[in-house]
T-cell receptor, first 111, second 113 residues
């Protein structure tokens, strides 16, 4: 079993929709949680990071962590065609030296 | 001015050859990483260096040898390339602990034929 599970999609939504992306994990020691966005043929770029449980908002993006359920989510409001990319979750224990990545969810926002 | 730069961007080579990928970061970070991304987009860590010292060495064939001449550079040398080595290799860097995230390079797409 992988440390981090993520539905690969693909997910296709109309412009303006609210998108929900999710990951589950098995290691209760994970403390740091990140979301990366990866455009085709590019490297992942950091979108958001959170520590422990709770919510964090940044513009149209909201990250949620529920440690009791070992479940994290990324919500994208008012989705735009420029949001079309693969979204990768990543998580780590205390040190942050080694992040475990999900396999990514491919998102297409249709104009 | 690219923060994490990798060269080459594309690499096509025959089985059995030896090749190197270079990475440089100008962010002042002291930790650098090599990740391998397979065709299903799964990113797996290979190596991590902190201030030129190897701190993570995942289960990787010993045909792969990283070298960090200084904290701004991390190179990857691969001997006797095999078909299964075909993947995208990403270099990344972070401040010591990485808890604020990594900055990735744009990747080296390696194809072994």
């Amino acid at each position: 079993q992988k440390e981090v599970e993520q539905d690969p999609g693909p997910l296709s939504v109309p412009e303006g929709a609210i998108v929900s992306l999710n990951c589950t994990y098995s290691n209760s020691a994970f403390q740091y949680f990140m979301w990366y966005r990866q455009y085709s043929r590019k490297g992942p770029e950091l979108l958001m990071y959170t520590y422990s449980s709770g919510n964090k908002e940044d513009g149209r993006f909201t990250a949620q962590v529920d440690k009791s359920s070992k479940y994290i989510s990324l919500f994208i409001r008012d989705s735009q065609p420029s949001d079309s990319a693969t979204y990768l979750c990543a998580m780590s224990g205390n040190t942050g030296n080694q992040f475990y990545f999900g396999t990514g969810t491919s998102l297409t926002v249709i104009p | 001015d690219t923060a994490v730069s990798q060269t080459p961007k594309y690499l096509v080579t025959q089985m059995g050859n030896d090749k190197s990928i270079k990475c440089e970061q100008n962010l002042g970070h002291d930790t650098m990483y090599w990740y391998k991304q397979d065709s299903k987009k799964f990113l797996k860590i290979m190596f991590s260096y902190n201030n030129k010292e190897l701190i993570i060495n995942e289960t990787v064939p010993n045909r792969f040898s990283p070298k960090s001449p200084d904290k701004a550079h991390l190179n990857l040398h691969i001997n006797s390339l095999e078909l299964g080595d075909s993947a995208v290799y990403f270099c990344a860097s972070s401040q010591s602990s990485g808890i604020y995230g990594y900055t990735f390079g744009s990747g080296t797409r390696l194809t072994v034929v």
